[in-house]
Nanobody
């Protein structure tokens, strides 16, 4: 199987920055899309940004110009650089990937989530 492990969350003041990391491990043949979603208290989980191996990106309007997604394909990692953070960015951030296993099957696992709190 496949595991996704996030890191980098924490408490930051408004206007500050954080960098999230996610690494995928397991019986991976290839990974197409990797990305980030978030879920604020009392709200549904929403897309933040995704990036394919080919470089195609999707991003929420609310984070454009502030957040940057990047990948290290050789290490099966995805990053989210978050700048100019706002209190409304407070949420649990989840990593997700579209993974092809060495058996040929596809999985779409989620990480366990990392909490980002933006508060003064």
């Amino acid at each position: 199987q496949v595991q996704l492990v996030e890191s980098g969350g924490g408490l930051v003041q408004p206007g500050g920055s954080l960098r999230l990391s996610c690494v995928a491990s397991g019986s991976i043949l290839s990974i197409n899309t990797m990305g980030w979603y978030r879920q604020a208290p009392g709200k549904q989980r929403e897309l933040v940004a995704t990036l394919t191996t080919g470089g195609s990106m999707a991003q929420a309007n609310s984070v454009k110009g502030r957040f940057t997604i990047s990948r290290d394909n050789a290490k099966n990692m995805v990053f989210l650089q978050m700048n100019s953070l706002k209190p409304e960015d407070t949420a649990v951030y989840y990593c997700k990937a579209v993974v092809r296993l060495d058996t040929g099957r596809y999985l779409e696992p989620w990480g366990q989530g990392t909490l980002v709190t933006v508060s003064s």
